[in-house]
């Protein structure tokens, strides 16, 4: 029951964070510069799978450690490793390959995933050890 609530969280928090991530971002930081590669709706499909793989990412490899210490802050900081990492391959990837890129888009980006997925995992073992202790 504890990765259930553990997954629930996570997702509720991630999804929420991404979401007013995403509106601000969209506008302001990617259209502007890599617009023109960007499509017109998103492929929710894909998206799915993605928040998906994530989420059992996340729960595995920030929100476990955290559990099994008892520890809300060794959740955050291996959700903080585990967001810049998985955003860095992508940003820097997309930044070694694609003809319009920014470095400031890479950052801005490596940033927020490091952030989101430390919040979520953190609210995510918080809310779990809450509830099953």
Known sequence: MQW???FVAAGIAFGVLDFFWLRWAEPNLYRPVIGEIMADNVRLGAAGV???LYL????WFAIK???EAGSVATAILNGALLGGLCYATYDLTSQAVMKVWATHISIADIL??????AVASGVATWVSLRLTS
């Open 4 to 6: 259930i609530i553990a």
């Open 50 to 52: 993605f928040y998906v």
């Open 56 to 59: 059992f990412g996340m729960l």
């Open 65 to 67: 450690p955290g559990l």
């Open 112 to 117: 927020w995933g490091a952030f989101a997925t």
